[in-house]
């Protein structure tokens, strides 16, 4: 399983920007695949996240200001980012949570983060 996100930048405060994470690879499925985020000093946190039945969930300081879908095979999720604002900088990472049918397990994989930007 391969992650590939794309996406990030420089932007000023109230502009917007587009995360993309494709899942590529065989013989697994998606449970869960949607972003976190890390501000330096700060923990990792939810950023939003979308499950394989489609129910989307957002951390409380981006609700109504960004938004996650996935594509119609659903192996890429695409998290649009509006207005955002200088506490939005943090290094963005995608996450995929997918299990193996062949194995029953199931595995939690961090992409390579992406720099988001938001300043002046």
């Known amino acids: 399983v391969q992650l590939q996100a794309s996406g990030g930048g420089l932007v000023q405060p109230g502009g917007s920007l587009r995360l993309s994470c494709a899942a590529s690879?065989?013989?697994?499925?998606?449970?869960?695949m949607g972003w976190y985020r890390q501000a330096p000093g700060k923990q990792r946190e939810l950023v939003a996240t979308i499950i394989s039945g489609g129910n989307t969930y957002y951390g409380d300081s981006v609700k109504g200001r960004f938004t996650i879908s996935r594509d119609n095979a659903g192996n890429t999720v695409v998290l649009q980012m509006n207005s955002l604002q200088p506490e939005d900088t943090a290094v963005y990472y995608c996450n995929l949570l997918y299990r193996i049918p062949s194995t029953s397990t199931t595995k939690n994989y961090w992409g390579q983060g992406t720099l988001v930007t938001v300043s002046s």
């Open positions: 690879g065989s013989g697994f499925s998606i449970n869960r």
